[in-house]
């Protein structure tokens, strides 16, 4: 016949946990001992171990310690009511964690961080709108940027992103010739395609194309994006590409 009380060494070969975990919550008062001896040790009956496994379980909801002390002093009912709200919440955190193991994957195996709905549910803005962003702080005040925004709003977004599909598709056939000279004719009829395609957008005179150029080859989420579509160094490919078109 086992004893009636568990000693602190007790509770420790039953649950696992540390007595310095025990004497803490002793201390914050959340599980306290059922009996103290004369020396000062602490003993527990089975209730309390019973009350224990309850916070240990609790404590794997994700609930903090206050929570969890709070959550002891509810009916039974409203406890019950906590516990719906925080399975909710869980698989809040279950469908986020599986956005963020996706956008890992995908980043991993060589999708641009531009392309990752990582921020799609959080605070932060998508990356592409963090891109049209910035780029209406540097370039918002000039006429390109004003003639490529009215031009944007003027295009419904199905035909928009059809453009940006037609540019990417312009990417990878520049990408299919990297090994040949950037002033071949097979690599300017492809930058003479991309320039037409940004014409659609915005004036592109040689200034404009000269920035494009060297923040192509300079921003290292652009050089970042464009190996997706080749291993080699496309965006200095691009770059002298564009530069050797402009002369």
């Not at 039953?14 to 008062?29: A, E, M």
């Not at 799609?120 to 209406?136: F, I, M, V």
């Not at 921003?219 to 078109?245: P, T, V, W």
């Amino acid at each position: 016949m086992k004893k009636p009380l568990l000693t602190v060494n007790d509770i420790v070969q039953i649950t696992g946990i540390t007595s310095r975990t025990l004497h803490y919550y002793d201390r914050i008062d959340l599980f306290k001992p059922t009996h103290l001896t004369e020396k000062g040790y602490r003993l527990y009956d089975r209730s309390s171990l019973e009350k224990l496994q309850t916070i240990l379980f609790l404590k794997e909801l994700d609930f903090s310690l206050k929570d969890i002390a709070d959550f002891l002093k509810l009916p039974k009912q409203e406890q019950q009511q906590t516990l719906k709200k925080q399975r909710q919440t869980l698989l809040s955190k279950k469908q986020r964690l599986e956005t963020i193991m996706a956008a890992l994957e995908e980043y991993v195996s060589g999708n641009d961080i531009s392309h990752l709905q990582i921020f799609n549910t959080t605070s932060a803005l998508p990356l592409k709108e963090q891109y049209a962003n910035e780029a209406r702080w540097v370039y918002g005040e000039t006429e390109a940027y004003k003639s490529y925004n009215a031009t944007l709003e003027q295009i419904c977004p199905d035909e928009r992103e059809k453009l940006f599909s037609s540019m990417e598709e312009i990417f990878r056939q520049i990408a299919s010739c990297i090994h040949q000279d950037p002033s071949s004719d097979e690599v300017q009829r492809w930058i003479g395609e991309w320039k037409n395609m940004l014409m659609q957008f915005m004036p592109c005179d040689a200034e404009l194309l000269a920035c494009i150029a060297h923040t192509y080859k300079f921003d290292a989420r652009f050089k970042n994006y464009f190996h997706q579509y080749s291993n080699e160094d496309l965006a200095d490919f691009l770059y002298r590409g564009i530069m050797h078109n402009i002369k």
